[in-house]
């Protein structure tokens, strides 16, 4: 189905999309907005369900035909999702302790899911007015401020140097344990703290060397950067280092994964 798919023209018009949903997140973000608990406990706000109705009204006009799931939306069974060959994959808005904390690290994140692969990425960063997008085949690309898009690709490795971005909102043990292995290994090794999927994002533009993500994810956190760093000459997988798919189970969270620029190294090896 990829061949009577547009990607470019598709990818353009989810740009469009992400960019509303990002208008009307920033008119919630600059007032004095309400924040209530889901039923995991994690926060939600006014500028979710407005990003989430925005992108599904667009998505629906651009592609009646395909289906889509968002993390507002993501009570289907698998049992129907399993059908599903090709579908939009959406995040309304990742990153929502960061809106809350008002530190601008949010995105909104719009994939599209073709056998279980992520072949269309857009990320739109409302408070920077940043873009970055992918599609497959086609090349990583980010623009800033609505400018011209630059082609963006992951880096090589420095011998001494590393890297590493980390969540600004989720410290776990097992990731303690991890970059304690790693700061054995390399004489300088340098954390950039960051929401959202902004972290992918440092490593499909070469900011960072590697983002271990070893707590929990949904398919929806992952999916738009996942296509991004692929195609800026990057990998996103399990911590096996084996590929990570999507909509192949009954649950929605991702196991815990490795993002990273350069295959010269196997990752797995500084887990605990």
């Known amino acids: 189905m990829?061949?009577?798919?547009?990607?470019?023209?598709?990818?353009d018009s989810c740009i469009t999309i992400a960019r509303e949903a990002g208008k009307k997140i920033l008119e919630i973000y600059n007032s004095d907005f309400a924040v209530e608990h889901k039923e995991d406990k994690s926060p939600l706000t006014d500028a979710d369900m407005a990003s989430h109705h925005t992108i599904i009204?667009?998505?629906?006009?651009?592609?009646?035909?395909?289906?889509?799931?968002?993390e507002e939306s993501a009570k289907l069974p698998f049992e129907e999702r399993q059908q599903w060959d090709t579908y939009w994959l959406v995040d309304p808005l990742d990153g929502t302790r960061?809106?809350?904390?008002?530190?601008?690290?949010?995105?909104?994140?719009?994939?599209?899911?073709?056998?279980?692969?992520?072949?269309?990425?857009?990320i739109h960063v409302p408070v920077l007015d940043i873009d970055y997008f992918a599609y497959a085949?086609?090349?990583s690309f980010k623009s800033?401020?609505?400018?011209?898009?630059?082609?963006?690709?992951?880096k090589k490795l420095d011998a001494g140097r590393l890297v590493v971005a980390g969540s600004r909102s989720h410290g776990s043990e097992d990731?303690?344990?991890?970059?304690?292995?790693?700061?054995?290994?390399?004489?300088?090794?340098?954390?950039?703290?960051?929401?959202?999927?902004?972290?992918?994002?440092?490593?499909?533009e070469g900011k960072a060397d590697l983002y271990p993500r070893l707590g929990l994810t949904s398919e929806w956190d992952t999916a738009a950067?996942?296509?991004?760093?692929?195609?800026?000459?990057?990998?996103?997988?399990?911590?096996?280092?084996?590929?990570?798919?999507?909509?192949t189970k009954d649950s929605l969270l991702n196991p815990f994964f490795f993002v990273f620029g350069d295959d010269s190294k196997d990752w797995s090896s500084y887990l605990a």
Do not use: W
């Open 98 to 122: 960061e809106f809350v904390k008002r530190n601008g690290e949010f995105t909104v994140n719009i994939a599209l899911v073709q056998s279980h692969k992520s072949i269309i990425g857009v």
């Open 57 to 70: 009204d667009g998505l629906t006009a651009l592609t009646p035909d395909i289906p889509i799931l968002s």
């Open 175 to 204: 990731m303690q344990k991890y970059m304690a292995n790693i700061n054995a290994s390399y004489d300088d090794v340098e954390m950039l703290s960051m929401g959202s999927s902004l972290k992918l994002c440092l490593v499909a």
């Open 225 to 247: 950067a996942h296509c991004i760093v692929e195609q800026a000459g990057g990998f996103l997988t399990k911590t096996d280092m084996s590929a990570l798919d999507y909509n």
């Open 137 to 139: 085949g086609g090349g």
């Open 144 to 154: 800033e401020q609505g400018g011209t898009a630059q082609q963006i690709s992951v």
């Open 2 to 11: 990829t061949d009577s798919l547009d990607l470019k023209q598709l990818t």
